[in-house]
């Protein structure tokens, strides 16, 4: 079994087969944690918010990746279903928390005047690695089914995100 680093290095550069052993890896959930919370850091300290602002985003963090997986099983397991797929929200919730791997070029916003495009860069990245995420999980043999169930449950987060702020008053 590769290490969590291995896995980090191969979930960035794409490797179909990483996402296949992390989805069967029930014990990897604590890695894909780690994953998202080092995300989050490097993209905390980046834009600067402080120690408060660190324990905030990632918190954050953590409950989007977890809402963002339960909606893509939800929908990729559900109601776009193929007949070979066969998943729970846990495979999701690991493989979906690896793709987060490129986010932690985030840091190099810290470089003065990269950080719109380093933010750029590990946005498209991570949303690469997420639809192959989500076809190796959902098993897949379309990728445009897997960036079908991407976009709607991107547009379903959003959607409750509004709703959660506007009832905040934000």
């Given at each position: 079994?590769?290490?969590?680093?291995?896995r980090m290095v191969r979930a960035a550069k794409c490797d179909v087969a990483v996402y296949e052993e992390i989805e069967?890896?029930?014990?990897?959930?604590?890695?894909?944690?780690?994953?998202?919370?080092l995300s989050s850091v490097a993209a905390g300290l980046a834009v600067g918010g402080g120690v408060g602002g660190l324990v905030v985003g990632t918190l954050a963090s953590l409950l989007g990746w977890a809402l963002w997986a339960y909606l893509i099983y939800w929908i990729g397991a559900r109601w776009l279903a193929e007949p070979e797929?066969?998943?729970?929200?846990?495979?999701?919730?690991?493989?979906?928390?690896?793709?987060?791997t490129p986010g932690i070029i985030r840091i190099l916003g810290l470089i003065p005047g990269l950080r719109g495009i380093t933010f750029f860069v590990a946005a498209v990245w991570m949303?690469?690695?997420t639809v192959i995420a989500v076809r190796q999980a959902l098993d897949y043999r379309s990728t445009g089914r897997a960036?079908?169930?991407?976009?709607?449950?991107?547009?379903?987060q959003w959607v409750v995100l509004a709703i959660v702020l506007g009832a905040l008053g934000r």
């Open positions: 079994m590769a290490s969590f680093g291995e069967a890896d029930a014990g990897a959930t604590g890695q894909a944690v780690a994953v998202v919370v797929t066969n998943a729970d929200w846990g495979q999701l919730l690991r493989t979906v928390g690896f793709a987060n949303l690469v690695t960036v079908g169930v991407c976009l709607l449950g991107w547009i379903v």
